[in-house]
């Protein structure tokens, strides 16, 4: 038949060929079933996790009777020479599978014979499990590590920012004054919920597959709580089917990240437009900045328009899992093998972005004068009615009087400071003669001393607040 032919011309014994499988087999596979097969371009990252867990496997295998002391001395010291060759840059073979099947060839030229009795009683799904959780628990912690760089940045900025007045906007028009700082402190804090959810997730890997073997569980008694606890696990998972075919912790570490890319997009966004001609409020760092291969002028902000386009790599990541997982049988599937693509490449997308973003944030020049100038009088349209209020006026009435005088305002070509002082009186007997010193941003931000509020009083505790935030981080 052709099928065995084609087989029979590809023979499992080949040399240099290392498989972990094949022995039921009369020939060996097809080159295009190789291809598609080998994942090792993707998974040779988890290497020293992999070293990791087996040192601790072989250890677990001698109280359960499958090496003597000496041997898995043997193989200890072994993996770490195996460890040293990978991270000397080993040369890969074509017939080297996955990082699991690279591991044990090379474990077989290190440490001879005694490596073939390390592959008791586990099976690479309840290895890449294991690896793969261990990557995870190691990417998140230096994911939050450069996070808390950039929330630092955005904290020491801010710190200077206190005393500068800025509109804020709702629907990107100018609303109501605010100070800097707290527009900074804004970004800041939805930062703080995504090292919660990273946290969260990292939470999730810390549960400890190995021992479940392929589904069953291992036949060798190996002592898993103290495995896990060497590991650095917190627990252990209470059932090996489900322990080989949970990818959840992968979820939910891309749904964090895919949050934090949508918090860095608005913070992206925010800049780019302050750092536009029209807007003015920032410029950017000699450092951070790109020229046009054209026009002599530009300052562009590349890194912050990548920024923005981070969610559409990294939300796309989390659909491609959750489409990879939906409808597998339980127990593990190759279909898995796709589970490391989009993880990794959420988590290498972070790890580039958020230097580049915090590099950006600590060179941002503001411009006091121009956030300033941007505030006009019509933003203080609310504090006159709110002063309304306390002359008793209702805030209905109030907000009609005052809307009249925008209008006539508009009218006439002025802001509500331009307008004649009579022209408030008769709007409504509530805006008495004072009524015009409302119209003071630096008045309108000293009213806002609420938590939380823009007040500058308020913004200090936010800030003392913050700080003591990001020292627990
Ligand atoms: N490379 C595989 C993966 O990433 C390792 C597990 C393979 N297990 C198996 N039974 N073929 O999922």
Not at 79 to 101: C, F, N, Q, S
Not at 122 to 130: F, G, L, M, Y
Request: net charge positive; hydrophobic share 45%; with cysteine.
């Amino acid at each position: 038949m052709k099928g065995h032919t084609t087989r029979a011309r590809h023979p499992r014994s080949s040399a240099g060929s290392h498989q972990l499988w094949g022995g039921r087999f009369a020939g060996g596979p097809h080159p295009a079933l190789v291809a598609v097969n080998r994942s090792i371009d993707v998974d040779l990252r988890l290497w020293p996790f992999d070293v990791q867990l087996s040192k601790a496997w072989a250890s677990t295998l001698v109280p359960a009777r499958v090496l003597t002391a000496r041997e898995a001395g043997r193989i200890r010291r072994g993996l770490d020479r195996v460890g040293r060759r990978i991270a000397a840059g080993v040369r890969i073979l074509p017939a080297d599978e996955d990082v699991h099947t690279l591991i044990d060839r090379l474990l077989h030229e290190e440490a001879g014979a005694v490596a073939s009795r390390l592959h008791t009683g586990r099976s690479r799904n309840d290895q890449v499990a294991t690896a793969s959780r261990l990557y995870t628990m190691h990417a998140i912690d230096s994911t939050i590590g450069k996070m808390g760089a950039l929330m630092r940045t955005c904290l020491d900025r801010a710190e200077t920012l206190t005393g500068a007045l800025m509109p804020a906007y709702t629907h990107l028009q100018r609303a109501q004054p605010v100070t800097a700082a707290h527009w900074l402190l804004a970004h800041f804090w939805a930062l703080t919920r995504d090292v919660e959810r990273l946290r969260a997730a990292r939470r999730a890997a810390g549960v400890m597959p190995l021992g479940s073997g392929a589904v069953a569980g291992s036949a060798f008694r190996a002592n898993r709580r103290r495995l896990a606890r060497d590991l650095g696990f917190h627990s252990i998972s209470p059932n090996s089917i489900d322990a080989v075919g949970d990818r959840d912790f992968m979820l939910e570490t891309l749904f964090a990240l895919a949050t934090l890319a949508v918090h860095a997009s608005r913070l992206a966004e925010d800049l780019i437009l302050f750092g536009s001609s029209e807007f003015g409020f920032v410029r950017f760092g000699d450092a951070f900045s790109t020229g046009s291969s054209m026009m002599p002028q530009k300052r562009n902000p590349d890194a912050l328009e990548l920024a923005r386009a981070f969610p559409g790599r990294v939300t796309g990541s989390l659909m491609a899992l959750l489409m990879v997982l939906k409808g597998t049988p339980s127990g593990y599937n190759k279909d898995f093998q796709e589970d490391k693509r989009p993880l990794f490449d959420a988590l290498d997308a972070a790890a580039l972005l958020l230097p580049a973003i915090t590099g950006t944030v600590r060179t941002l020049r503001f411009d006091r004068q121009r956030m300033r100038s941007a505030v006009s009088s019509a933003m203080m349209a609310t504090d006159l009615a709110d002063q309304m209020v306390r002359r008793r006026a209702s805030f209905r009435e109030a907000h009609a009087a005052v809307g009249s005088l925008v209008r006539q305002a508009e009218e006439t070509g002025t802001d509500l400071s331009g307008l004649d002082p009579a022209a408030f009186a008769k709007a409504h007997p509530a805006l008495g003669i004072n009524a015009r010193r409302e119209l003071d941003p630096e008045r309108s931000v000293r009213q806002r001393e609420i938590e939380g509020g823009t007040g500058p009083l308020a913004v200090r505790r936010q800030l003392t607040e913050a700080m003591r935030m990001l020292d627990k981080l």
